[in-house]
């Protein structure tokens, strides 16, 4: 009896569902976004959110505070608008026609990006440390900065750092923060600048919204399935399916972009953590797994996996035409190494880098990996703030120094000129090396404290793809004219740690926490 009455509480939303959303995949949805007084409000994110919640298409308002979604692919779809700044909109069956009004909120302490908040502690050298030390895993956020509502205590902050310290200090299987890092110090330096539990929490102000082409751009979020994973590293295939690494659940997902459908393939080796990818012939997935210290190559026609030991915590990996599959070393700091597995024989060669010792007496910590036209290996040091040139045929290193120091060099990328774009993680700045003239040249970035972590360059138009780690936004640079996009992401805490270009030169990220907060595969288009 009881089983019957609830039927209909059931039933009915459902069926409410399925006729207010239904889809219109020949129509743009389209509407005005107003605050309160009816005056029109330009660069409102305007996010369609299928039933599944799975994908999530967004798009901003103009200067008109109109919208227009894409064709959305079939399903029922809830709309809602948000913008920094306003209370966000109830979110509501998306009608072919659909306004919105928002409200505005004071206290956007909640709705900040981490670059807010690390915009409290004073610019320069002990910060790009800290960035270094402290901002890489996870953001510097609310979650870090408060405990039950108010500003963390000296105590709390004392017992994470030395927390972090155990599991990640220099001594540890995961030595990501330097040796220098001292726990004390660290709070007082925070509790000086932050404030304490006695402090009023920090009043921020809502940054500018996005307008002209800032705002011309479709973000296409997925979810990924398991919510605790990290989704490191993704490449686009033949296929146009996106291929990514789930770090914390040592698996490969494959998204179909078309359905939002995430297939898995798990990685037959135990705490694989599996990094970085590339693919090589026959559409074989070459897969970097940290722990066991391998090289995964994948058959996706065979589906069989086959490993091969490399002998190193390896960071990056890409393959040449030699059928070479590069890595370089990453917690494998003493020497520094960077090699090849040769694809065929399955035989490791490796080269020492020849690094001068850090001053601090701890060790470098190698990074990117891009390979050149010419076959010439490019390589950042995190930690050590250079860029390594190697030539594969006179086996020669060349190291050169980023002009700021400290500057934390991450993800780089070569440009259809040959230049090295180069994302200063903890300088805030894109830096282009000239081969030819072996200068940098360095660009502040125009959002404040939004930790650059990968950049990916457009061969047809040379336009720099900027991802960043804590301002959730994307940026582009255009080399021609100077000049900056800024694209807003729609999801807070949006750590991005990769990105790639596909064929229609859309820019793919992975927002990667760890811990894991909302982890979700991005497509970023730009509309014409
Ligand atoms: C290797 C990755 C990593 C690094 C580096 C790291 N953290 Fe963490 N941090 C974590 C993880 C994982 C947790 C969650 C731990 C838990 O649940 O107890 C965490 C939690 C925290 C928290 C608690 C947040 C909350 O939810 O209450 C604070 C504060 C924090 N970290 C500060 C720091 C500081 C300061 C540094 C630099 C010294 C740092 N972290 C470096 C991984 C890291």
Same mark, same amino acid.
């Given at each position: 009896?009881?089983?019957?009455?609830?039927?209909?509480?059931?039933?009915?939303?459902?069926?409410?569902?399925?006729?207010?959303?239904?889809?219109?995949?020949?129509?743009?949805?389209?509407?005005?976004?107003?605050?309160?007084?009816?005056?029109?409000?330009?660069?409102?994110?305007?996010?369609?959110?299928?039933?599944?919640?799975?994908?999530?298409?967004?798009?901003?308002?103009?200067?008109?505070?109109?919208?227009?979604?894409?064709?959305?692919?079939?399903?029922?779809?809830?709309?809602?608008?948000?913008?920094?700044?306003?209370?966000?909109?109830?979110?509501?069956?998306?009608?072919?026609?659909?306004?919105?009004?928002?409200?505005?909120?004071?206290?956007?302490?909640?709705?900040?990006?981490?670059?807010?908040?690390?915009?409290?502690?004073?610019?320069?050298?002990?910060?790009?440390?800290?960035?270094?030390?402290?901002?890489?895993?996870?953001?510097?956020?609310?979650?870090?900065?408060?405990?039950?509502?108010?500003?963390?205590?000296?105590?709390?902050?004392?017992?994470?750092?030395?927390?972090?310290?155990?599991?990640?200090?220099?001594?540890?299987?995961?030595?990501?923060?330097?040796?220098?890092?001292?726990?004390?110090?660290?709070?007082?330096?925070?509790?000086?600048?932050?404030?304490?539990?006695?402090?009023?929490?920090?009043?921020?102000?809502?940054?500018?919204?996005?307008?002209?082409?800032?705002?011309?751009?479709?973000?296409?979020?997925?979810?990924?399935?398991?919510?605790?994973?990290?989704?490191?590293?993704?490449?686009?295939?033949?296929?146009?399916?996106?291929?990514?690494?789930?770090?914390?659940?040592?698996?490969?997902?494959?998204?179909?972009?078309?359905?939002?459908?995430?297939?898995?393939?798990?990685?037959?080796?135990?705490?694989?953590?599996?990094?970085?990818?590339?693919?090589?012939?026959?559409?074989?997935?070459?897969?970097?797994?940290?722990?066991?210290?391998?090289?995964?190559?994948?058959?996706?026609?065979?589906?069989?996996?086959?490993?091969?030991?490399?002998?190193?915590?390896?960071?990056?990996?890409?393959?040449?035409?030699?059928?070479?599959?590069?890595?370089?070393?990453?917690?494998?700091?003493?020497?520094?190494?960077?090699?090849?597995?040769?694809?065929?024989?399955?035989?490791?060669?490796?080269?020492?880098?020849?690094?001068?010792?850090?001053?601090?007496?701890?060790?470098?910590?190698?990074?990117?990996?891009?390979?050149?036209?010419?076959?010439?290996?490019?390589?950042?040091?995190?930690?050590?703030?250079?860029?390594?040139?190697?030539?594969?045929?006179?086996?020669?290193?060349?190291?050169?120094?980023?002009?700021?120091?400290?500057?934390?060099?991450?993800?780089?990328?070569?440009?259809?000129?040959?230049? @090295? &774009?180069?994302?200063?993680?903890? %300088?805030?700045?894109?830096?282009? #090396? =000239? $081969? *030819? !003239? /072996?200068? +940098?040249?360095?660009?502040?970035?125009?959002?404040?404290?939004?930790?650059?972590?990968?950049?990916?360059?457009?061969?047809?138009?040379?336009? @720099? &793809?900027?991802?960043?780690?804590? %301002?959730?936004?994307?940026?582009? #640079? =255009? $080399? *021609? !004219? /100077?000049? +900056?996009?800024?694209?807003?992401?729609?999801?807070?805490?949006?750590?991005?740690?990769?990105?790639?270009?596909?064929?229609?030169?859309?820019?793919?990220?992975?927002?990667?926490?760890?811990?894991?907060?909302?982890?979700?595969?991005?497509?970023?288009?730009?509309?014409?």
């Amino acid at each position: 009896m009881k089983r019957l009455l609830a039927l209909p509480f059931v039933l009915l939303p459902l069926l409410f569902l399925a006729l207010a959303g239904q889809p219109f995949p020949d129509d743009e949805p389209t509407g005005v976004v107003r605050d309160a007084t009816g005056a029109p409000l330009p660069g409102v994110l305007v996010t369609a959110l299928r039933a599944d919640s799975v994908v999530a298409v967004t798009v901003v308002t103009d200067t008109e505070g109109r919208y227009v979604l894409p064709s959305l692919p079939d399903g029922a779809y809830h709309g809602r608008a948000h913008r920094i700044g306003y209370k966000p909109s109830a979110s509501v069956p998306l009608a072919a026609e659909q306004d919105f009004v928002l409200t505005s909120e004071e206290n956007v302490f909640d709705q900040m990006p981490s670059s807010a908040f690390l915009g409290l502690l004073p610019d320069g050298e002990d910060k790009r440390h800290f960035v270094l030390d402290c901002a890489g895993c996870h953001q510097f956020d609310q979650k870090q900065i408060t405990l039950d509502g108010k500003l963390r205590a000296r105590d709390s902050w004392l017992q994470r750092t030395n927390q972090m310290l155990s599991f990640a200090g220099a001594h540890t299987g995961f030595p990501v923060i330097s040796p220098s890092r001292d726990a004390e110090k660290t709070t007082e330096w925070l509790l000086a600048h932050v404030g304490g539990p006695d402090d009023p929490l920090p009043a921020f102000t809502p940054p500018p919204p996005m307008t002209g082409e800032d705002a011309n751009v479709v973000i296409t979020e997925y979810d990924l399935p398991v919510p605790y994973d990290l989704p490191h590293d993704l490449l686009p295939d033949a296929e146009g399916q996106i291929l990514i690494t789930g770090m914390m659940t040592a698996q490969m997902y494959r998204l179909n972009p078309a359905t939002g459908h995430f297939a898995t393939v798990p990685i037959p080796v135990q705490h694989a953590g599996p990094r970085a990818l590339d693919l090589g012939p026959y559409g074989r997935w070459w897969v970097l797994l940290g722990n066991p210290r391998q090289i995964g190559v994948y058959d996706p026609a065979e589906e069989t996996w086959a490993m091969h030991d490399i002998g190193m915590y390896p960071h990056s990996i890409k393959l040449d035409d030699a059928g070479r599959v590069w890595f370089n070393g990453h917690f494998t700091k003493e020497p520094e190494l960077i090699g090849y597995l040769d694809a065929a024989t399955g035989e490791v060669t490796t080269y020492e880098v020849p690094t001068p010792p850090m001053p601090d007496g701890g060790t470098t910590m190698p990074y990117g990996l891009r390979i050149d036209a010419e076959g010439t290996l490019w390589a950042t040091q995190l930690i050590g703030n250079r860029l390594i040139k190697f030539v594969p045929k006179t086996e020669a290193f060349t190291l050169y120094e980023l002009p700021t120091p400290v500057s934390g060099p991450r993800r780089p990328a070569i440009g259809p000129d040959g230049a @090295v &774009w180069i994302p200063q993680f903890a %300088a805030n700045k894109l830096a282009r #090396f =000239d $081969p *030819a !003239t /072996e200068t +940098f040249t360095e660009y502040p970035l125009p959002l404040p404290d939004a930790l650059p972590y990968v950049v990916r360059v457009d061969p047809r138009t040379g336009v @720099v &793809w900027i991802a960043t780690a804590g %301002a959730d936004a994307v940026l582009r #640079f =255009d $080399p *021609a !004219t /100077e000049r +900056f996009f800024v694209h807003r992401l729609p999801t807070q805490k949006a750590l991005v740690r990769h990105m790639e270009l596909d064929a229609t030169g859309a820019a793919w990220v992975a927002y990667g926490n760890s811990p894991a907060t909302d982890p979700k595969i991005a497509r970023l288009e730009i509309r014409d």
